[in-house]
Nanobody, 117 residues
Framework: QVQLVESGGGPVQPGGSLRLSCGLS????????MAWYRQAPGKERELVAR???????DYADSVKGRFTISRDDFKNTVYLRMNTLKPEDTAVYYC???????????WGQGTQVTVGS
């Protein structure tokens, strides 16, 4: 059974940084496109960043230049480095994996990021 486990969320002051991690187990990491989504209270879940197996990335306009997504295929892990955090970045962040062969989608349990003084 393929599973995603996230870590790295928490409280941070505006202007601060955090790094989220998401490990995939039970599957072949290299066939997955990995992504981070977020959902703020009262809002829809939105794509934050995505990285393909070939390391092609794309970002939401609101995080470009501040967030960096990366993957380590040896560790079966995707990361989201978040710099210059703003209060509007406060949300539950979800890891997402899409199997490029089967189309199956997986979600992590979510990790809370709270930006405030």
């Amino acid at each position: 059974q393929v599973q995603l486990v996230e870590s790295g969320g928490g409280p941070v002051q505006p202007g601060g940084s955090l790094r989220l991690s998401c490990g995939l187990s039970g599957g072949i990491f290299a066939v997955y496109t990995m992504a981070w989504y977020r959902q703020a209270p009262g809002k829809e879940r939105e794509l934050v960043a995505r990285i393909t197996a070939g390391d092609v990335t794309d970002y939401a306009d609101s995080v470009k230049g501040r967030f960096t997504i990366s993957r380590d295929d040896f560790k079966n892990t995707v990361y989201l480095r978040m710099n210059t955090l703003k209060p509007e970045d406060t949300a539950v962040y979800y890891c997402n994996a899409r199997n490029t062969l089967s189309g199956d989608l997986l979600w992590g349990q979510g990790t809370q990021v709270t930006v405030g003084s």
